[in-house]
Nanobody, 117 residues
């Protein structure tokens, strides 16, 4: 199995930036895609961004060029650079890893991002 630990959340003002980090440990060689999701109370978890081992990228429609996902396979780490943050980006952000269906997906514990003036 794989353990995921997120970091980098915090409180920022609108327009500022944050970089989230997701460190994976365990059977990391089995990971295909790594993803960032976010969730606010009372709402479903939504996909923010995803990156496969091959480097294919996917972003949620609401990202609109503001966020960038990247991955350092050698360091077993994924990043989410978030620029031009908005109040509506406030959420708990979760890291996810999948194994191309061979095993259940892994989830981190989440990191809180709060955007407020």
């Amino acid at each position: 199995q794989v353990n995921l630990v997120e970091s980098g959340g915090g409180l920022v003002q609108p327009g500022e930036s944050l970089r989230l980090t997701c460190e994976a440990s365990g059977n990391v060689f089995m990971i295909n895609a790594m993803r960032w999701y976010r969730q606010t109370p009372g709402k479903e978890r939504e996909l923010v961004a995803a990156i496969t081992r091959a480097g294919s990228l996917t972003y949620g429609d609401f990202v609109k060029g503001r966020f960038t996902i990247s991955r350092d396979i050698a360091k077993n780490t994924a990043y989410l650079q978030m620029n031009s943050l908005k109040v509506e980006d406030t959420a708990s952000y979760y890291c996810n890893a999948d194994f191309s269906g061979y095993f259940p997906e892994s989830w981190g514990q989440g990191t809180q991002v709060t955007v407020s003036s």
